[in-house]
């Protein structure tokens, strides 16, 4: 079974950067699953933030959070990285990554969440 581990967050300034990584446990990876990013802020819905299919590197982002997010990959396909730049204090939340098979449309498989706090 698929595992999500995410390492990363933290306290960081505004305009500042960080990058959250998703790793896949044990020997599962991330082949033909799309990874996906949410935050949910306090007191907010959950939001999407992007996604990317791992094994082919294709990405699709919020309409409303593009410009300073992005999704990325290593090479094996096996760790998904989210780089936020230009941090802004209403970015503080708790961010997921979660994972579906690429041809479900739900995500089932959640990571345990990375709190960033960001300080103005």
């Known amino acids: 079974q698929l595992q999500l581990v995410q390492s990363g967050g933290g306290l960081v300034q505004a305009g500042g950067s960080l990058r959250l990584s998703c790793g896949s446990s044990g020997r599962s990876t991330f082949t033909n699953y799309v990874v996906g990013w949410f935050r949910q802020a306090p007191g907010k819905e959950r939001e999407f933030v992007g996604a990317i299919r791992a094994n082919v590197a294709h990405t699709e982002s919020s309409d409303t959070l593009k410009g300073r997010f992005t999704i990325s990959r290593d090479k094996a396909g096996n760790t998904v990285y989210l780089r936020v730049d230009d941090l802004k204090p209403e970015d503080t939340a708790i961010y997921y990554c979660?994972?579906?098979?690429?041809?479900?449309?739900?995500?089932?498989?959640w990571g345990q969440g990375s709190p960033v706090t960001v300080s103005s």
């Open positions: 979660a994972a579906r098979f690429f041809s479900q449309s739900e995500y089932s498989l």
